[in-house]
């Protein structure tokens, strides 16, 4: 058990649709991260929050948003939904904003019917 | 696209034999990373190398990391059937983002 929690662990929805997954990183972590792990495109790096700021971004979509909220955990929205935005999302935490290992939760998956 | 190459992309060999994969990436390092991930579950850290180390052990890991050639390998010893999984570089510059690597998929038969 990494001690990153993610919620919920699948997703279905429809195109066009909204939706927020969640994420509470390990005890005493101050950043969080957020990948989408696809078939074809592999594992993304999307953004990076520390201590509640945006430290890092990286390929996020304009229609996908994050934050992280003073209790450090994090949210990361999608919307308008597409067929190709199926995929796993996962959230990792690390103690500080560089030069750490990072502790992954067990993902989203979210499948866009 | 910055992600890096691994090799080769599948492994498989005998329980109590080597593995060894490689890793390149494109831009300058801070450290570089290995991760273990099991069919469909979030990633296991496995060990850091820092970018002014050259080798790295832990456990049954070995791992070298060569920045002039911007590559990295993993070796893992007396492999045992639970090491099956995808294993992935990613490497880290200035801020705590990865970028992985394709990744090689292990398997170990008993």
């Known amino acids: 058990d990494s001690g990153v929690t993610q919620t919920p662990k699948h997703l279905i929805t429809a195109t066009g649709q909204r939706v927020t997954l969640r994420c509470s990183p390990r005890?005493?972590?101050?950043?969080v991260y957020w990948y989408q792990q696809s078939l074809d495109q592999g594992l993304q790096f999307l953004i990076q929050?520390?201590?509640?700021?945006?430290?890092a971004k990286g390929n996020i979509l304009e229609r996908f948003s994050a934050q992280q909220f003073p209790d450090l955990h994090s949210e990361l929205n999608l919307s308008s939904l597409e067929l190709g935005d199926s995929a796993l999302y996962f959230c990792?935490?690390?103690?500080?904003?560089?030069?750490?290992?990072?502790?992954f939760g067990d993902g989203t998956r979210l499948s866009i019917l | 696209s910055q992600q890096g190459e691994e090799d080769p992309q599948a492994l498989s060999i005998q329980e109590g034999e080597n593995a060894t994969m490689n890793c390149s990436y494109k831009t300058s390092i801070n450290n570089l990373q290995w991760y273990r991930q099991n069919s469909g579950r979030g990633l296991v850290h496995l060990i850091l190398?820092?970018?002014?180390?050259r080798e790295k052990h832990s456990g049954r890991l070995r791992v070298t990391l060569d920045t002039s050639k911007k590559s990295s390998s993993l070796l893992i010893t007396a492999s045992r059937a639970a090491d099956t999984a995808s294993y992935f570089c990613a490497s880290s510059g200035n801020t705590g983002k990865l970028i992985f690597g394709q990744g090689t998929t292990l398997q170990v038969k008993p």
């Open positions: 929050y520390y201590n509640g700021e945006e430290r």
């Open positions: 190398i820092r970018s002014n180390e």
């Open positions: 005890s005493g972590d101050l950043s």
């Open positions: 990792a935490s690390s103690k500080r904003a560089e030069n750490q290992p990072q502790h």
